[in-house]
C-alpha cells in the first residue's frame, strides 16, 4: 500500500473513532449525563477547589433531569461558599428565584430563599417571597415565618414633648409647650405654635392662638377663622367641628358655619356618628340630630380623638357595667370597661381587672391577660405587659415587645411611642405608602 494511502486510512479510522465515542456519548440519557458531571464536581468540592466544580454543576442543571435537584442543591452550596466573589450572590438569587417559579416549588424553596434575605436585613423582599410562598404553597411554616418577622420596625429621630393619636394620616405634636401637626411619622408639617390644635381632615385642622379659633392647612395657610363666640374646639372629621359657645356644644363645618342644635358635651364624628350627651345623659346623633342609640345612658366609650363608632358597633356605659352596642341595638355581655372599636380589627374590652379583645359579635378573640389595651389599628394593638408597653397580633401573639413607657395606636404603618427620650415614631418595615400593609 502507498505511504499516502496508508495515511488516509490512518486518519479514517481516527473519525471513525470519534464519530463512535460521539454516538456513544450522545448515546447516554441527560440523567447519566447529569450524574457523570457531579460525579467530576465531587472530586474538585472535595478538594475545596469550588470554581472549577462550578461550570460542571452549571451544566448539569441545565439538562433539567432527573439530577437536576441534586445538582442545584450542590450549586447553592458553593455560590454561598463564594457568595462574597464577585457575581455568586447574583447566580445564587437567581436559581431560587427559578426553584420558586416552578410550578410545584415546594414550599423549602420559599423558606430557603426568604430566610436568606432576612439574614441580609433585605426585608421587604423576604416578605414579597413569604406571601408569594403562601399563597401558592399554603404551608404553615412559611406563615409562621411571615408572621415572627412581619413586624419589624425602626424608629424615627423627630422627639416630642406630647402627642395624640395618629387621625387621617397625621398627628398633634407638641414642643415647648405649643402643639402643631405633623406626618403620621412625625416629620414636622406645622410647627408648633399653637395653644390647641385639632385632629387633620380632608387638608384642613382647627387651631387656636391668641384665642383665636380657626382652619388652617397642612402648609400653615389660613383658611377660616370662628366669628362666633366660640371658647373653645373639639377634633375636626367628617367636615364637622363641635365649637363650645355660651349655649353649649354646637356644631359646625370646616368653614365655621354653625348649626342650631346644642348639646352638653359631644365628641368627634366617626363613620357618620358622634356622641352626645343631651339632659345628663349621653347618646349616638347622626348629622341630621337623629339619635341611632338615644340619649339615655351614663357614657358612651370614646378615645381620645373623641371617636366612638366603628365597625358599626359603641361601648355604652350603665351604671359600672359597659355593654357593645351593634347597630344600634344591646349585646348581653357586660363589661368593667371598654375601648372603641377601630375601623378593622378587635376592640379592647376588661373583664375581671384584666384587658382582652373582642371582635363585633362580642366574642372573645385574645384571653383577658393585659394590664391595659387599645384597640387594634392595622392588625396590631397597644398593650401594657407588666409595666411596659408593646403590640398584640390579631394571632394573640406578641408582635413587638412591651419595651415602651406607652405606646399609641397604629395607623399609616406608625405608631407614636413613648421612650425616655419623649414621643418618638416606628415605622413598620413592611409597610409602603399607598401599596396598604397587609
Given amino acids: 500500500m502507498k505511504r ?34 457531579i460525579s467530576q464536581a465531587e472530586t474538585y468540592i472535595k478538594d475545596e477547589v469550588y470554581v472549577l466544580a462550578v461550570p460542571l454543576l452549571e451544566e448539569a442543571a441545565g439538562y433539567e433531569a432527573a439530577h437536576t435537584p441534586e445538582a442545584e442543591k450542590e450549586l447553592k452550596i458553593i455560590y454561598l461558599q463564594l457568595i462574597d466573589q464577585k457575581g455568586y450572590r447574583r447566580k445564587y438569587t437567581e436559581l431560587l428565584e427559578k426553584q420558586m417559579n416552578r410550578k410545584n416549588a415546594p414550599p423549602e424553596i420559599f423558606f430557603e430563599a426568604a ?31 411571615y408572621e415572627s418577622n412581619r413586624y419589624r420596625y425602626n424608629i424615627g429621630h423627630s422627639i416630642y414633648e406630647n402627642v395624640t393619636a395618629i387621625s387621617g394620616s397625621t398627628v398633634g405634636v407638641q414642643a415647648n409647650g405649643f402643639w402643631g401637626l405633623a406626618n403620621s411619622d412625625g416629620t414636622l408639617l406645622i410647627p408648633c405654635e399653637y395653644e390647641k390644635i385639632s385632629a387633620c381632615s380632608s387638608g384642613r385642622a382647627i387651631v387656636m392662638k391668641n384665642g383665636k379659633i380657626f382652619a388652617v392647612d397642612k402648609s400653615n395657610n389660613r383658611l377660616a377663622l370662628a366669628k362666633e363666640n366660640a371658647i373653645d ?57 337623629k339619635w341611632l342609640i338615644p340619649a339615655e345612658y351614663d357614657r358612651i366609650m370614646m378615645d381620645e380623638l373623641g371617636r366612638s363608632y366603628a365597625q358599626s358597633a359603641a361601648f355604652v356605659a350603665k351604671g359600672d357595667s359597659v355593654y357593645l352596642f351593634v347597630g344600634g341595638k344591646q349585646l348581653e355581655t357586660p363589661y368593667e370597661d371598654a375601648k372603641p372599636f377601630g375601623d378593622e380589627g378587635y376592640a ?64 399609616d404603618g406608625n405608631a407614636p411611642v413613648l421612650t425616655n427620650s419623649g414621643w418618638q415614631f416606628i415605622t413598620l418595615l413592611e409597610y409602603k405608602k399607598g401599596a396598604g400593609f397587609f
Fill in 4 to 37: 499516502s494511502n496508508r495515511i488516509f486510512a490512518a486518519a479514517g479510522c481516527i473519525v471513525l473513532i470519534i464519530i463512535s465515542w460521539a454516538v456513544v456519548l450522545n448515546s447516554k440519557s441527560n440523567g447519566e449525563k447529569q450524574a457523570e458531571l
Fill in 115 to 145: 430566610s436568606y434575605y432576612l439574614e441580609i436585613s433585605k426585608y421587604s423582599e423576604a416578605y414579597a417571597i413569604l406571601k408569594k410562598g403562601i399563597a401558592k404553597t399554603g404551608d404553615d411554616s412559611l406563615a409562621d415565618l
Fill in 233 to 289: 374646639f373639639g377634633n375636626y372629621a367628617d367636615d364637622r367641628v363641635t365649637l363650645l359657645t355660651n349655649e353649649g356644644w354646637k356644631r359646625a363645618s370646616g368653614d365655621f358655619e354653625m348649626g342650631s342644635a346644642a348639646f352638653e358635651e359631644i365628641g368627634t364624628y366617626s363613620n357618620g356618628y358622634a356622641a352626645a350627651k343631651q339632659n345628663g345623659k349621653w347618646g349616638l346623633v347622626d348629622k341630621s340630630t
Fill in 348 to 411: 379592647a374590652v376588661k373583664k375581671n381587672g384584666k384587658w382582652g379583645f373582642v371582635d363585633t359579635k362580642g366574642e372573645v378573640m385574645i384571653n383577658f391577660q393585659f394590664e391595659d389595651a387599645l384597640s387594634f389599628g392595622q392588625h396590631l394593638a397597644a398593650i401594657k405587659d407588666g409595666e411596659f408597653w408593646g403590640y398584640v397580633s390579631l394571632y394573640g401573639k406578641i408582635a413587638i415587645e412591651p419595651i415602651f413607657l406607652q405606646a399609641k395606636s397604629f395607623s
